[in-house]
C-alpha cells in the first residue's frame, strides 16, 4: 500500500526507489563501524507517503518575528496509568516548518490525584491571529487544570458553559498581557489569539471499558476507531449545502451560547481520539488511505511513542496543517 512507502535518504527523492537498499544487519554494522563513522539506516529516516507526497526540506528555525519563548516543533507524550492508556503528539505542519512559523496546534493531558478520572484538552489556534500559539497553549493548560479540580465533579456533571466562559476570560487577559495593553476586550483577544478548544473527561466504565463526555469549541474532532471504522463523536467541519466544507473557524474567546457535549463509551478493541483539523481534514470519513493508516496503527495495539508521532507525522499532498492527536484505550486493551 502506497502509505507504507519509506526509503533510505539519498536514492530517488521519495524514499521509495527500487535501488533504495535494504537496512544491513544490525551486528554487521556494528561489528564493521565501532567508531560510528556512519550513521546506520533508520526505517523512520523518512516520513510514510500517504498518496502524493509533499517536498522534501529542512525545517527552519521558528522566526524572531513572532516573539514567541522556546517552542518545540514536536510534543510527545504516552503513558499508562489507573484504567487509561494514551498516546498523543503535536507536530509542527510542512507549511510551518517551510515558513518558519510556530506550532500553532497544543495538547494537555491530566490525570486526577485518584487516577479515577483522565482529562484532555487539545487545541488548534487560528492561524490568522498572530499570536494563536499562545493562545492554544493557555487555553490546553488552563482547561486541564480546570477540569482536573475535585470541584469539577464527575464527567457527567461537567459545567462545560462555565469551562468555556473562564477560559474566554483568561484568553482575554492573556492577550492583554501579550498585546502590552492595560486591557482589551474579546474582539482584540480573538484578533490576537484566537484558538478552537476540545476537552475529554474520561472514567472507568464497569464493564472494562471507558465512559467519555466530550465538549468543545470550534473544529477540532473526536472519532473511536473500532472494527466498523472511524465514528464521529464531535467536532469537525461543516458542510455547506453544496457539499463543500467551510474553511471559517469559530474559537475562543468567543463563546457559544451553549457548550454542546456528547456521552460516549469506548470498549475493550476501540480507541478514541481526539485531534485537530490537521488530522480530521486528511482523515475525511476515515475509508481512504489516511484512515487505512491509522487503523493498521492503532487498531488492536497501543504502538509507541516514536511510532505514534512518525505515523501522524504522514506526508500527504496539499494537508500541510499542524496536527495533534491524543489517542485513549482502556488499559490492558
Known sequence: MTWLRRGRPGS????????AAPPPEADTWTAEMPGAAESPWWPSSEPIVVGAPTPLFEPRAVDAEHRTPYRADTLIDGWSCGPFTIRAASLRGHLHRYNGAPRQDD?????TEDRQRLVVAVADGVSGAPHSHVGSSSAVRYAVQWLADPAAGRADET??????????????????????????DAEEAERALATTLTCVVCEQDQHGGLRAVVSGVGDSGAWVLDEDGFLPVLGGKEASASGLASSAVSGLPRVPNEAVSTSVVIRPGQVLLVGTDGFGDPLGSGDGEVGGLFTAVLSGRVPSQIEFAHALDFSRETFDDDRTLVAIWPRGN
Open 107 to 111: 495538547l494537555a493531558v491530566a490525570v
Open 12 to 19: 530517488d527523492g521519495s524514499g521509495s526507489g527500487p535501488e
Open 159 to 184: 459545567n462545560w458553559d462555565a469551562l468555556f466562559k473562564n477560559t474566554a476570560w483568561m484568553l482575554t487577559e492573556r492577550a492583554a498581557a501579550v498585546l502590552s495593553l492595560e486591557q482589551v
